[in-house]
């Protein structure tokens, strides 16, 4: 009867305002010098920073769904975030693009304060975190996430693991508790490139400690200053089956005016 | 905790990193015999193809044609009745100028036999069409036939002050559907958002002087949505602080010609992770519904009415709203009873034109009005939604039971519709021409 049940997406968020002042770029030298060593709260900061632009930015995210190695959906969403200076999250605006009987829509995601917008019924709904709209992908797989933000992060041992391009990374892993309500995963093991801080990986737990999703990161290209992840591959932590594949492309800089992130918004809302 | 001071050792760290990669790589498949591991998934990955580029274009719509069967009340001749129904709807979003957009909305029914009530086979309905400015980064301002919708309750919507009239073809029971399918009304609205709040006012003029709706094919209903002069201003604080995340208010005050001012308020709040709740109310001083609707001089009373109830979700995606509403402007049970057996102001005249008026305008038929609705995405297998609805008149115990299963493509959606009513023949609920009613769809999207 919702008129958002038709609905499919995505989410993350972005990074922290004066991160430059961090000591993060040389981490993984750092790692060998007592004197610099950085925390793994930094370290977690600058894998944030890899991933998420500090201005406000536009994407393109195009989802692509299998199971058991069949295509089964897939689905277009156009993301525009903006940092939040005064609650610190990032705050997102998602707009479906394809397929065709979900173009339109909106999404608009600041903190927990969700909203579904349907222009066709000029209807705008509150949304409950848990009444995520898409498949396999949570809330915080799509919108722009600030993991720093949200967790408290612990290091549990340096590791060579096999990256999402099958090649070997020596990585920093990272146990991450969340530390706010509105944080999508209660616990994250995150693998973080030794040198250049990249993230390549993230198993996502239940609190219970059961495994919910396997995240890589992969496709790295220099986009909005850096190298970043055009690629997430998530798969699924019951049904290794189920597998979604995120590509982000049409990276942006652009001016995210903070009217446009409030419900009142949503029906004027024309990229 | 801090990184290591000392890396290990190049060769150890290589033996470890073997290790790793074997255990990393291995275990989905030594846990689960058969199962696909990462790379696998990884390897999936690799050949999906290059996203193509969005279309580029700012119209959509959809074609839908469906065939049903019914059985028809007694009164309306007993027996089953078939039906069948074409339907096109298509939306219009295309810049102007700089700044400036045209945004329509219309949709053309062809129903054998005709929709209940109506005469003609054929109805098209100008949804909306205005051409919409942004003044400035703050400032919007639109002028034309516009859907504007107010209110956060599921199914009544006394806040949704342009409801009435606003129902010129109903393909459906459910309430999404009928606000998709509704006209809007001419107005100039103007919306203007600030770090305080988004403040809304809109002037909406009586366009007719016959102020019924029209059945003719291709009217554009101005009798039905703009039959009064009305007049709108909605003011949403930001609240601020931790209250911005949890609690979403609205006040609206809305003057219209022949009746006293109304006062609204809209409150949706997160009561968790998996639960929103939402309120709407409106009170005003006015004569009460069947006065209104008959025509009939009486003393106005102030009218409070209320849509109040929760939204809960479950870990799989089922998503349950409990919605209680409540009317002091409809009649009581026994006013209502007086009505359908023909005593004090009641006659089959009275009966009929008070049906009419409360269809028109949308609103209860007694004072309260219990329903339960279900969404459940994904229900039993990927892509088959079902949704349901069960709405409870306490006044005179008529019950309304919807279900629709809909399984959807990337271009294509299949519906099953089931509606069943029950309750005396001239009860809220039991009253309709058909029960018992089935419906199978086929929509195309283009």
């Known amino acids: 009867m919702n008129s958002s049940s038709c609905i499919l997406t995505t989410h993350r968020r972005t990074v922290l305002r004066g991160l430059a002042a961090l000591p993060v770029l040389p981490l993984a030298t750092a790692a060998s010098s007592a004197s610099a060593a950085p925390s793994a709260q930094a370290l977690l900061a600058a894998s944030d920073a890899v991933r998420n632009p500090d201005f406000p930015f536009g994407l393109t995210n195009t989802l692509t769904e299998y199971r058991n190695g069949q295509q089964t959906d897939s689905l277009t969403l156009a993301i525009v975030a903006k940092a939040d200076p005064e609650r610190g999250p990032f705050r997102s605006l998602v707009r479906f693009v394809a397929p065709a009987r979900d173009a339109g829509k909106l999404m608009l995601y600041a903190g927990r304060d969700l909203w579904f917008f349907d222009p066709a019924s000029q209807a705008s709904i509150r949304l409950s975190p848990q009444q995520r709209l898409l498949g396999q992908a949570s809330n915080g797989d799509v919108v722009t996430v600030n993991l720093s933000r949200e967790h408290r992060a612990e290091w549990v041992a340096e590791e060579q693991i096999t990256d999402g391009e099958r090649r070997p990374r020596r990585c920093h892993k990272l146990r991450l508790q969340a530390t706010v309500d509105e944080a999508s995963y209660p616990l994250i093991e995150l693998w973080v490139d030794a040198a250049t801080n990249q993230p390549l990986k993230a198993r996502y737990l239940a609190a219970s400690g059961q495994l919910l999703k396997t995240a890589y990161f992969r496709r790295w290209q220099r986009q909005l200053g850096q190298e970043r992840p055009t690629e997430t591959v998530i798969i699924d932590g019951l049904d290794p089956g189920w597998v979604t594949v995120m590509r982000y492309s049409d990276w942006v800089q652009r001016e995210v005016p903070d009217a446009w992130l409030q419900r009142e918004y949503l029906p004027q809302f024309k990229p | ?446």
Do not use: C
Request: glycine share 8%.
């Open chain 2, 1 to 446: 905790m801090r990184p290591p001071r000392n890396p290990l050792p190049p060769l150890r760290a290589l033996l470890l990193a073997a290790l790793a990669a074997l255990a990393g790589w291995g275990s989905a498949a030594t846990a689960q015999a058969g199962a696909p591991s990462d790379l696998d998934a990884l390897q999936l990955a690799d050949r999906t193809p290059a996203p193509a580029a969005a279309p580029a274009r700012d119209w959509q719509g959809h074609v839908e044609a469906a065939a049903g069967q019914a059985r028809r009340a007694t009164w309306a001749g007993g027996g089953t009745l078939g039906s069948q129904r074409l339907s096109l709807a298509l939306q219009l979003d295309t810049a102007l100028a700089p700044g400036w957009r045209f945004v329509a909305a219309n949709r053309l029914d062809l129903d054998w036999p005709a929709q209940p009530g109506k005469e003609k086979h054929a109805l098209h309905t100008l949804q909306e069409a205005y051409a919409s400015g942004q003044i400035d980064a703050a400032q919007t301002l639109d002028l034309g036939r516009v859907r504007a919708h107010f209110g956060v309750a599921t199914g009544y919507n006394p806040t949704d002050v342009f409801r009435g009239g606003s129902l010129r073809s109903q393909a459906s029971a459910d309430p999404n559907s009928l606000k998709r399918n509704r006209q809007g009304a001419v107005m100039l609205r103007s919306r203007h958002l600030s770090e305080a709040g988004a403040l809304t006012w809109l002037v909406s003029p009586r366009l007719s002087a016959d102020s019924q709706p029209s059945d003719a094919p291709f009217s554009l209903d101005t009798g039905a949505s703009n039959a009064r002069h009305r007049a709108l201003l909605a003011w949403s604080p930001n609240l601020g602080g931790a209250w911005t995340e949890r609690l979403n208010v609205q006040t609206l005050l809305l003057a219209q010609e022949g009746q006293a001012p109304q006062a609204g308020l809209n409150l949706s709040a997160l009561l968790g992770e998996a639960t929103t709740a939402f309120a709407e109310w409106t009170g005003g001083h006015s004569r009460s519904q069947l006065a209104q609707a008959l025509g009939t001089p009486q003393e106005t009373h102030f009218h409070p009415r209320l849509s109040s109830g929760f939204t809960w979700t479950s870990s799989r995606r089922l998503s349950v709203t409990l919605e209680i509403a409540h009317n002091r402007a409809a009649p009581t049970a026994t006013a209502w009873q007086a009505l359908q057996t023909g005593a004090g102001l009641g006659s089959p005249l009275a009966y009929t034109l008070y049906r009419q008026w409360v269809s028109n305008a949308q609103e209860l038929t007694t004072r309260r009005l219990w329903a339960v609705y279900a969404s459940w995405p994904d229900a039993w297998a990927q892509h088959l939604d079902l949704s349901a609805m069960l709405r409870v008149n306490p006044d005179d115990h008529s019950r309304l039971h919807w279900l629709e299963l809909r399984q959807h493509g990337e271009r294509f959606d299949v519906a099953l519709q089931w509606q069943h009513t029950s309750g005396t023949p001239l009860s809220d609920l039991g009253a309709a021409a058909r029960s018992g009613v089935w419906q199978l769809s086929l929509r195309r999207w283009f």
